[in-house]
């Protein structure tokens, strides 16, 4: 049923190529259309006067497709953000959600996802948000994500893949345990992500070979250039670009867009921030800047990096997330969005 939907819903949008397919209790008497297959349905749908607004297909059931109103630049994009219950996570899944996606909440913390889709939902209408609980190192529960997001809304759009962790040290002091995990969080999980929304994807474009889809990797200038007593998080975010530029070729002939983009750092953000675990403590601690003793000596020096004079703050990600997705020209690319502190060769 996973890979049907899509198709279904691929067939029942009109030119707008807008609308989430939802599974409703009923009967054959109660749809528009009933079909025993998704051919007999495509057969059905070439000789009716319109498309119809609900189908009933054996085996799968009464299914409707549904519109809202409002716009904006991603008007009914159907899209999953992984790590989105706090930090730049849940800022880029309130811009996309402003900007017109049903945006499912994916996180490992479900007490914070269903917080987030709460409020989005009361701000911009109920059904804009769903929270899903995802361990993303995890394959069955990477699986079971898409596998709800299908359920909910009938298929996948954009998926962004923002989950992360890191654990700066020293060679000296790193364990390999510490590594694996770092390692894993932030690069075998991307490619467990990108395995399973690809097939959704792939399904949709069976139906529709010019419908354009998008893969974002939340990426970091340390996937750019390597960093002093963070190699854990860099070794990962090179990595990632790696995949990414391989996902793109093997991608595109699905009209599926593959990129990164690689923030500068949010100094507001928990990742930073955070007083027990935050990158300013960490980087004290370990003394990774010379001659700080305080949490503000650490952030000044980070300030003092950036020609822009400032971190990088969600707005500046959102709005290169809504570029790549509204070109159609460019995938496998690492976008800087660093302020001038990292520029490409």
Request: one cysteine or more.
């Amino acid at each position: 049923m996973k890979n049907i939907i899509p198709k279904i819903r691929m067939l029942l949008m009109e030119d707008d190529n807008k609308g989430i397919l939802r599974l409703f209790e009923g009967s054959a008497s109660d749809a528009d259309i009933s079909a025993g297959s998704i051919d007999d349905l495509k057969h059905e749908l070439k000789t009716a006067a319109s498309k119809p607004a609900s189908v009933y297909v054996n085996d799968v059931g009464l299914l409707k497709l549904i519109k809202k109103s409002g716009g904006g630049r991603l008007d009914q994009k159907i899209s999953v953000v992984t790590g989105s219950a706090q930090g730049f996570g849940r800022g880029i899944a309130e811009e996309m959600a402003k900007n017109g996606a049903y945006v499912v909440i994916a996180d490992i913390n479900r007490d914070l996802a269903e917080s987030v889709s709460g409020d989005l939902n009361a701000r911009y209408g109920e059904g804009s948000a769903l929270a899903v609980r995802v361990d993303v190192s995890d394959e069955d529960s990477v699986r079971d994500m898409f596998a709800e997001t299908v359920a909910y809304y009938g298929g996948l759009d954009i998926f962004v893949s923002n989950a992360g962790i890191l654990r700066a040290g020293a060679l000296d002091e790193m364990s390999l345990q510490t590594f694996e995990t770092v390692t894993r969080i932030n690069y075998s999980a991307y490619f467990l992500c990108v395995k399973y929304a690809s097939e959704v994807m792939k399904a949709q474009h069976e139906i529709n070979g010019n419908y354009f889809m998008d893969v974002i990797q939340i990426n970091s200038k340390s996937g750019l250039e390597g960093s002093e007593k963070n190699f854990a998080y860099a070794g990962g975010k090179f990595g990632g670009i790696g995949l990414t530029q391989s996902f793109a070729k093997e991608l595109i002939p699905y009209k599926i867009k593959v990129n990164s983009i690689c923030p500068g750092n949010f100094f507001g953000g928990p990742l930073w921030s955070d007083p027990e675990n935050g990158l300013f403590v960490q980087y004290l601690n370990v003394g990774k800047v010379a001659g700080a003793k305080t949490i503000a000596d650490v952030k000044r020096y980070y300030e003092s990096r950036v020609p822009m004079n400032r971190g990088c703050e969600v707005i500046d990600v959102a709005r290169a997330l809504l570029y790549l997705v509204e070109q159609e020209y460019e995938t496998g690319q690492a976008l800087p969005v660093t302020g001038g502190q990292v520029m490409l060769k």
